[in-house]
């Protein structure tokens, strides 16, 4: 049974800082793995997808990358902005059966200017 | 305008009480799928429906039901037979089953 994990629950940065949010995940056997972004109160906006075939995808000032044999994903935030406050969810997709998206519980982050 | 809509944004229910939660999308997506959030944790799926008049449960389908009678609309029904139903509610659509889940702006329901 997949299970996904973030690490750490909660991170409070100075704004211009770059930062480094981990996920790790227990079947390597994934089809993609998805970044998502969680204003307070509101629904989820996708960042970055990275199909298992990927090593990593790039938009702008965030790179996440994918490390299938070792179940790890990192999503690096470069330059960091009182913006970028906001939980950041990842979720693994399962290979084969259907879009059933396994998500962790999420980092908290908090970027203070 | 394309996107996922739910309402309403905040639900009041008494115990005992079903309340039905909406969803719609037009965004011509076959796949669409109801998760429940609740504090300091992941997403976990109620249902999905891969396609009109069909869906399935997910893992944490009691006390949940579900219809699919138009590819647009997806209305989820918390019954009172949820023992916890206080939770933020996310519905999400897909092109299929393959594609990226994009979500609606999600509904508290609060069990009062």
């Known amino acids: 049974k997949q299970e996904v994990t973030q690490i750490p629950a909660a991170l409070s940065v100075p704004e211009g800082e770059n930062l480094v949010l981990n996920c790790s995940f227990t079947d390597s056997a994934i089809y993609n793995l998805q970044w998502f972004r969680q204003d307070p109160g509101k629904g989820l906006t996708s960042l970055l997808l990275?199909?298992?075939?990927?090593r990593e995808q790039t938009s702008g000032r965030l790179n996440a990358s994918l490390d299938k044999s070792s179940g790890r994903s990192t999503l690096y935030i470069a330059a960091s902005q009182p913006g970028d406050s906001a939980t950041y969810l990842c979720a693994a997709r399962s290979s084969g059966g259907y879009n059933k998206l396994i998500f962790g519980a999420g980092t908290r982050l908090a970027v203070h200017p | 305008d394309g996107g996922i809509t739910q309402s309403p944004k905040y639900l009041f229910r008494k115990e005992g009480q079903n309340v039905t939660l909406s969803c719609e999308q037009n965004l011509n997506h076959d796949a669409m799928y109801w998760y429940r959030q609740d504090p300091g944790q992941g997403l976990r799926l109620i249902y999905y429906?891969?396609?009109?008049?069909?869906?399935q449960k997910g893992d944490i389908a009691e006390g949940y039901s579900v219809s699919r009678e138009k590819k647009e609309s997806f209305p989820l029904t918390v019954t009172s037979a949820q023992k916890n139903p206080t939770a933020f509610y996310l519905c999400?659509?897909?092109?299929?089953?393959?594609?990226?889940?994009?979500f609606g702006p999600g509904t508290r329901l609060t069990v009062l």
């Open positions: 429906s891969q396609i009109v008049n069909d869906f």
């Open positions: 990275i199909q298992s075939s990927q």
């Open positions: 999400a659509s897909s092109l299929d089953r393959a594609d990226t889940q994009y």
